[in-house]
């Protein structure tokens, strides 16, 4: 087989079968020149193969990126930088940019020198004066609300004025809460004892008191008669607290109210006091918001839920419910219960007058 591969100007026919006869021919430049003719966009060929080495030099060493970048680097800095063929010379060109004056313009030239009535009135005028004039015509931007409300209600105005700088008012110091003096010790004494005096008990606020003087003010509660309203609102009551609580409850029979927020009472200890409160069910109101622990969880807010449902007699639950379920069963319990009561009221009313 034999095909012509290029003709010159002497017509040289090549023959293809003896390819091996043609190479060992060739002299080392031109196989030299013969392995450097790739084609670098062969897609066919991997990237390391679509060109030769071109490299000649033996290899110094393994390849270092970090002294690469110091040879180059250093390499760069000796080398000189370009001269400028024009040198550099500050100056503007162009022309400097000059707004126009812009005319005034003058609707009506005559009314500046005409005079009225008024012109020595205002001129008269005080400031206050003036003040309150601006607010009659309603130019609220040039008054600031102290100026405005007090031109309105008559009052004299010291401060402040059109030529003064807005200004916030005076922060109003409200008093400090009178702290809570109820006698912890006294109190306990009197619940014990059934003093009919003590109707409802305020321990909310109190300082420093210690979880064992709180766990036996709640177990006086047991035999008590007389107190209608507990209130021990942010005391740093614990689970133990609620615990002798629950069990309080369990046995007493005439509180109505009971306040024990913004505590440290999980969910499980107030799930206790709900189930004491559903033995005797003669507590209407029960406030356990603000607790230590903000989230109850579904499992605790669905006990409650549960326990709700058994309750005919509870009217306030102070609670935050996390699942829209929970919240709207138990809106509804209580919205069952006030109804219930409403019409057991309204019968005893109808009975009376028909007496």
């Given at each position: 087989m034999s095909a012509a591969v290029g003709k010159k100007s002497d017509d040289v026919d090549i023959d293809l079968d003896n390819l091996d006869d043609l190479l060992s021919a060739l002299t080392a430049e031109e196989l030299e020149e013969l392995n450097g003719d790739f084609d670098p966009d062969n897609s066919l060929l991997p990237p390391s193969e679509r060109c030769r080495n071109q490299t000649t030099k033996d290899p110094t060493g393994p390849f270092s990126r970090d002294k690469l970048l110091q040879f180059l680097e250093e390499k760069a800095k000796q080398e000189k930088d370009w001269e400028n063929t024009v040198p550099y010379k500050k100056e503007t060109k162009g022309k400097k940019f000059v707004p126009k004056e812009q005319e005034k313009t003058v609707i009506n030239a005559e009314d500046e020198a005409v005079e009225t009535e008024w012109d020595e009135i205002l001129n008269a005028a005080s400031e206050e004066e003036l003040v309150d004039l601006a607010a009659v015509l309603g130019f609220h931007s040039m008054l600031t609300q102290t100026q405005y409300y007090a031109s309105l209600e008559d009052r004299e105005v010291h401060e402040g004025g059109f030529s003064g700088f807005a200004q916030a008012q005076v922060l109003k110091v409200m008093p400090d809460e009178a702290p809570n003096m109820t006698d912890v010790e006294e109190s306990i004494k009197k619940?014990?004892?059934?003093?009919?005096?003590?109707?409802?008990?305020?321990?909310?606020?109190?300082?420093?008191?210690?979880?064992?003087?709180?766990?036996?003010?709640?177990?006086?509660?047991?035999?008590?008669?007389?107190?209608?309203?507990?209130?021990?609102?942010?005391?740093?009551?614990?689970?133990?607290?609620?615990?002798?609580?629950?069990?309080?409850?369990?046995?007493?029979?005439?509180?109505?109210?009971?306040?024990?927020?913004?505590?440290?009472?999980?969910?499980?200890?107030?799930?206790?006091?709900?189930?004491?409160?559903?033995?005797?069910?003669?507590?209407?109101?029960?406030?356990?918001?603000?607790?230590?622990?903000?989230?109850?969880?579904?499992?605790?807010?669905?006990?409650?839920?549960?326990?709700?449902?058994?309750?005919?007699?509870?009217?306030?639950?102070?609670?935050?419910?996390?699942?829209?379920?929970?919240?709207?069963?138990?809106?509804?319990?209580?919205?069952?219960?006030?109804?219930?009561?409403?019409?057991?009221?309204?019968?005893?009313?109808?009975?009376?007058?028909?007496?």
């Open positions: 619940l014990k004892s059934n003093d009919k005096e003590l109707k409802t008990l305020n321990i909310n606020n109190i300082k420093n008191l210690s979880i064992e003087k709180l766990v036996e003010l709640c177990e006086a509660l047991k035999e008590n008669t007389t107190c209608v309203r507990l209130d021990m609102a942010s005391v740093a009551a614990t689970d133990k607290v609620g615990k002798a609580l629950a069990a309080s409850l369990s046995e007493n029979s005439t509180l109505k109210s009971v306040n024990v927020e913004s505590n440290f009472l999980s969910g499980e200890a107030i799930v206790e006091i709900l189930k004491a409160v559903n033995k005797k069910q003669t507590v209407m109101e029960l406030r356990a918001a603000n607790q230590k622990p903000e989230v109850l969880g579904n499992k605790v807010e669905m006990k409650i839920t549960q326990l709700i449902k058994e309750n005919d007699t509870i009217l306030r639950l102070g609670l935050n419910f996390e699942f829209p379920y929970c919240r709207i069963k138990v809106h509804e319990k209580l919205k069952k219960n006030l109804d219930s009561m409403r019409k057991a009221r309204v019968s005893k009313e109808e009975g009376a007058s028909a007496d």
